[in-house]
Every structure is written in structure tokens, then in C-alpha cells.
């Protein structure tokens, strides 16, 4: 069995610079894409999967916005449902089972979640969040997503509830509801395989590459590392530049609307076999989620508040998200959790599509239905969604240049397209690496161990109490395409979300890039 990376698909500093100068000045390609989120890069394979010529840009790295600050979970569709928008719910139930059981069931897995019944729920509350749980089923059904993927939502005794989420407050507790939804290792991982893959197809994948203004036949960029200009020409144009989509083609009102997680160390909660549902008092279909993360970190999310004015490269997460977490954290749990021991917080912004009509709406009200426009010049913009539906989100954005620009191109073929390290579970199960390696690079997992064994430096974790190890920092250099500190502890691995954290691991990671382009020879 081979352990090197998928032929074609590792990115790195010099494929960057051999790309960028065969790019910029350089003959027309088919399409261009802004923007390497998930949607970007989804829309940067499925262009070049169908034989087009590709190019696509981002002015920072792979998943620097939005799609590294999710709750990391793959939905089914349950909350688009109970709102009654049944074609939003059933694309997600389908997206999700792409994902778990033909694209990417290395990276998605199934993670159970418990509803305490506590005395704040009704006993009308929690027969609407059965029937919930209920449909969820059935939508899983209808997209066809085995049972042996997702298993059956079923209700929990008092005790049985407490087994799986010992934290809680045992006073009042009448049992809970247990349900199942898809859950991604790392959101940033699966933007990473989607460009990876994109790259293994022909597509160049050119991070640090700022588009200044886009028309129906190009850009205008610069290379972010010289400060160097230029121009990319092609026949289409994608933009996917998320929550920042509006500043590059007129016309594009976007209205985000910020999520906030917080970060808590898991020992202060104790064992979590499960996550957990949280109702938010007052409301009916909302919760807060408690999400265990494996590396010895819990998040616990999150809000939906909309946000005004200029939009930051990286959104702060204000103390009234912190304090409102924290609040509904408190009603269910028997530990106290204060706020010394938020370790790190985050927040995204949702890039939802603004159709308002004068009157007053709350973002969480606004649909997550993503739209394809097209401007007056060409341009094909994308926005709203979630991390669910990007690929979804990626084949409709080119089908609209497909046929805008007339390209000669079949049918989108990445709903059955295996992302890089993708594998069924038996062979995943029987692959010579640790589990946790597993998970996050599948089929690359014994070669990302092997760096280790070779070096018994390289196999030391980064910093003590996370599982990371200096080999995984390697990779993400040699073939991941990252290409400074940040990009290594924000992105390729989740480090950075916690900051003592960081500033811990930052000279180790600092020592190895400088030594990475000796290692590769």
C-alpha cells in the first residue's frame, strides 16, 4: 500500500511560485475563482474535474474566513426543517450523506448529542424536539444515508443521560433525547482536502494572492508576499469571497451575521462521550452546543448576531457572546464554568445574502438557501450557504459559468469524487498509524507517521497537553501549502484557537519553517 501523497496533489511554496509565474501575464484559463474557502476551493475542483483550466486565488490562506470558525458539524438538515424550508433541509441531509459515506468519511464521522430534560424543558418542549429528532430520521431516509452511518435518535433514561454527559446537574433531570448529526474533525482540514484535490486535478491553488478588481474576464491581483501586480485572464470568473464578495462586484449586499464558540479545556468538564443540545430559554428552535474536540479542548457555541460596518480579516468575539454562552452553559451543568476558564473564544461571520425588504429581520432568520448571481460584466458571485452544502454550492456557481461564458464541460462529478486521503472504513480501520492520525489525513496517515519514526524529533508533540506533533507540522509545509507560522497553528492545525497555546508552540513551529526548505532539498 502506498503511503505518498495523492499524486499531483501536494502544495507547497515552490508549486506557489512556479504557478503564480506561469499564471499572472500569462495565456487565459478557463475559469477563475476568488476566494479558498470551502466553496472556493469546492468550486476550484469542480471546474477542474470536469477538464477545465483553473486558477483560483485567495488574498490570505486556505480557509482563512469563515469556514474555520463552524461548530465543525456537517447538519442534516433538522433546523431548515422545523422552519419549514424542506428544500434547504433535504439538500443538507443529502450533502451530509456525500460526505460521510462517498467524499470524505476520513474527515466526517458521526457524533451522538444528548437533550437533557431538565425542569427549563416542558414536556412539550421535548415532544417537539422528539418529533424533531423524528423527521431528522426520516430526512435521512429520504437522502438515502445508511443507518449504519447515522443511527436512530432514541430517548435516554436520567441515568443513561448521565453516563453519556456526567456534567450535568443531576436535580430535576427526567432523562434526555439522543440524536446524531455529522461532525467534521477539522472544518479547516476539509477546505485543505478540497484545494488538495483540486490541485491533484490540474487546478492552481495560489494562496497570498489578493484580487483588486474583478470584470468578466479577469483580475487584476497581487502577490500579498512582493507586493507585486498583475493581471489573471479567464473565460469565467467565480467569486467566492464569502462575507467579502460584496466589495468586489457591485450589487452584492451581504449581511452577516457573527457565530461565536467559546474554548474550554476539557478537563475542567470532565468526560464527555457526547455533546450536547442545550435549549436557549425563550426560544423554540435554538440551541447552544457543547462539542467535544478530542485534543483535550470542548467548544461551546453559538450565537447568531448580526454585525454592521466594515469587515474584519478576523472577527473578535465581544464579551457579551462570552457572557450569553457562559449563561446558558450554567443552566445545565453541575460544574461551575466561569469565565477564567474560557481559554480561547472565536467567532465567524456567516456571508447570508441580504434580501431584506425594508422591515426589521433577524439574521437568524434570514435563509441559509445559497444564491448564484451573476453581474452585469460576467461575474459569477456565490453567497450564503453553509459548510454543509459547499459542494453543492460550488457545482451550481459553475454550471452558471459553464453556461454565461459557453465552456465545453459535462456535468459536475464531485458527488462521488473522493477527496485526498478519502478511503472506505475498512480500509481506513486497517491502515498502519494512530487513530488520531487517521482522522485527520486518512490514507496519508502512515506517511505523516513515518516522518515521525524517521525522526524521533519530528514524532514530539509541539507542546505538552495537545496531541499535535512536529511531523504534522512538516506536512502541512511539504504538501498542505502552508507557508508561515499562522498558517501552520490557525489553520492546519487548531493550536492557535487557544493563546497561551500559541504563544507556547510559536518558537518550535518558528525553528521548523526555517528548516523546511532544507528538508525538502
Sequence with gaps: MSIAPAHGSSLSAARRSRELTATVGGPAVDV????????GAGAALDAAARGLSVVAVDAHDLAFGTSRWSSKLIHGGLRYLASGRLDVAHESAVERGVLMERTAPHLVRAQPFVL???????????ALSWAGFKAGDTLRLSARTARATLPAPRRLSAVETRHLTPALRTDGLRGGLLSWDGRLVDDARLVTAVARTAAAHGARILTRVRALELTGSGARVRDELTGEEGEIRARAVVNAAGVWAGGLVDGIRIRPSRGTHLVLRAAHLGPLPAGLHIPVPGETNRFV????????????GLTDEPVEGQIPDVPEAPEADIGFLLDVLGSVLDVPVRREDVVGAFAGLRPLLD???????????ISRRHAVLTSPDGVITVVGGKLTTYRRMAEDAVDAAVEARNLTAGPSPTASLPLVGAASPRTLEALPAPRRLVRRYGTEAPAVHALGAADPRLGERVLPGHPVTAAELLWAVRHEGALDESDVLDRRTRIGVVPADRAAALDVVRELLSEAPAQQG
Excluded at 477563475?32 to 466553496?39: H, I, W
Excluded at 437533557?116 to 421535548?126: D, E, H, I, Y
Excluded at 462539542?291 to 461551546?300: A, I, N, S, W
Excluded at 425588504?357 to 437568524?364: F, K, Q, W
Aim: overall charge neutral; cysteine-free.
Design 289 to 300: 452546543l457543547v462539542l467535544p474536540q478530542g485534543d483535550g479542548r470542548v467548544y461551546v
Design 355 to 365: 434580501t431584506a425588504t425594508g422591515e426589521a429581520t433577524r439574521t437568524s432568520d
Design 32 to 39: 477563475l475563482v476568488v476566494g479558498l474557502g470551502a466553496t
Design 116 to 126: 437533557p430534560l431538565t425542569p427549563l424543558v416542558s414536556r412539550g418542549q421535548a
